[in-house]
């Protein structure tokens, strides 16, 4: 086996042969902004049934959710029977599933929803179900006669010799070859640097273990993601993980850090939460229209850290028309006898002149705050995030060309990125299904 230096450089080289090669790709037209929906895993793990997916849908209706931009209702691991069919398919339980998973999936378009499907890079799932690995045509086919829009495709049980780029890129061809366009997510765990070959084989490619619904958990998917946003973009997004607003674990101002870091990041915004008892904060959280609007935002440049002192952080990017997405982000340890923090973005710091004008605006409230030059100090909560619009108030300002990965920004994302403590990538969703 070649050394951890030697696998990177491998990567680095297949990663420049893809970006040279454009037919590489997964062509699928899919995913121009990050996909938003809901995934049963973090709320269900296996025990799904069709009753819930239904219930889950009507709520995705109901609720608002849909109408807010979440779209894709995911069906996770736990779907299927333990063996294949005498055909060599994949059968869906019957004691979950009784009126058949085709007629899941009707039912959720019938609710103008899209319907997504789950399965395993390897021979078996996490929950130890058949994968689709050695089977990706069969299977792939097998979701695009069901109507699947959505293929979320995990990493469990895959042997060390089996190298992950030709696992991923297998199914990514197989997908392409039904004729259906499938939405191609990767759930791969950050896996081999995949955000250096992602980019040509999927929508999306996972940066980090599986989440869990606590602040630590959620921190660690966050520092993960730092410093990756170059190669996010249009069709192709950093997944630092599902949300986890709404499920317990998280105060209201977590929730609130959790949801804005994610849409700035431009993250994939997967809800995972029990629809059915969704509190209102929760449900203010996910549907927050300017919020979400920086996520969708045209432009499709994913923000980053750009500056950090202590426990106090400043994240950013660019949005059309020369603005700035802004979270202010207050990561004190509870406990502390500083509830609020002052946290101050400067126009430096966002690749404008110190000298200019710039209209702000907070987000969450919905609520002009003025007009400042130099900089913006905001008070922030102990454990929550204050996202900003800043807006320059001159046109005749070139704000166009700022990238949150300048050279001083990528010094500060690669510290944050080496004191990041190194877990075993091998057993990331098993930790979840056993926790």
């Known amino acids: 086996m070649p050394s951890a230096s030697g696998w990177r450089s491998t990567l680095a080289f297949i990663a420049v042969l893809c970006w040279a090669q454009p037919l590489y790709g997964l062509n699928n037209g899919l995913s121009i902004k990050p996909h938003m929906g809901y995934n049963t895993w973090n709320c269900f793990y296996g025990s799904i049934s069709e009753d819930i997916i239904k219930s889950t849908a009507d709520s995705m209706v109901d609720s608002g959710l849909k109408k807010a931009g979440y779209e894709y209702l995911v069906i996770d691991d736990g779907w299927s029977e333990l063996n294949r069919g005498n055909d060599g398919k994949i059968v869906a339980d019957p004691t979950k599933f009784p009126s058949g998973i085709k007629h899941v999936s009707d039912y959720i378009h019938s609710k103008g929803l899209k319907y997504g499907m789950y399965s395993d890079a390897g021979p078996k799932t996490c929950l130890g179900l058949p994968g689709s690995r050695g089977n990706e045509e069969l299977d792939a086919q097998y979701f695009a ?10 990493n469990c049980a895959a042997g060390p010799e089996d190298w992950i780029v030709d696992r991923y890129v297998a199914m990514r061809d197989a997908l392409n070859d039904t004729g ?43 520092d993960n993601t730092v410093g990756l946003s170059e190669f996010a973009g249009p069709g192709a997004w950093n997944d630092p993980d599902m949300l986890e607003v709404g499920n317990p674990g998280l105060t209201v101002n977590e929730q609130r850090a959790h949801f804005a870091l994610w849409a700035l990041l431009k993250s994939p915004l997967f809800i995972g939460a029990d629809l059915r008892t969704l509190s209102r904060e929760a449900k203010e959280i996910l549907t927050a229209a300017e919020v979400i609007a920086v996520n969708q935002d045209p432009l499709g440049v994913a ?26 982000f207050n990561r004190h340890a509870i406990g502390t006898q500083y509830p609020i923090s002052n946290i101050t973005v400067a126009w430096k710091d966002l690749g404008f002149d110190s000298d200019i004008e710039a209209s702000v605006r907070d987000l969450h409230a919905e609520k002009d705050l003025g007009t400042f030059t130099e900089s913006f100090t905001g008070a ?56």
């Open 145 to 154: 006669d069901l109507g699947v829009d959505f293929l979320k495709y995990d």
């Open 180 to 222: 259906r366009p499938i939405l191609y997510s990767m759930c791969n765990w950050g896996v081999g640097d995949s955000w250096l070959w992602g980019p040509k084989v999927a929508n999306s490619w996972r940066t980090t273990g599986d989440i869990e619904a606590s602040w630590d958990s959620m921190l660690r998917c966050l």
């Open 303 to 328: 923000g980053d850290l750009i500056w950090k002192q202590g426990p106090l952080e400043v994240y950013a990017g660019p949005l059309q028309g020369g603005a700035r997405a802004v979270a202010l």
């Open 380 to 435: 922030v909560d102990i454990h929550d995030a204050r996202m900003l619009r800043i807006t320059p108030r001159s046109s005749k300002v070139d704000c166009d060309s700022w990238r949150p990965w300048s050279k001083e920004n990528k010094a500060l994302q690669a510290s944050v990125r080496s004191s990041l403590s190194k877990m075993s990538t091998g057993n990331m969703r098993r930790m979840a299904v056993t926790s």
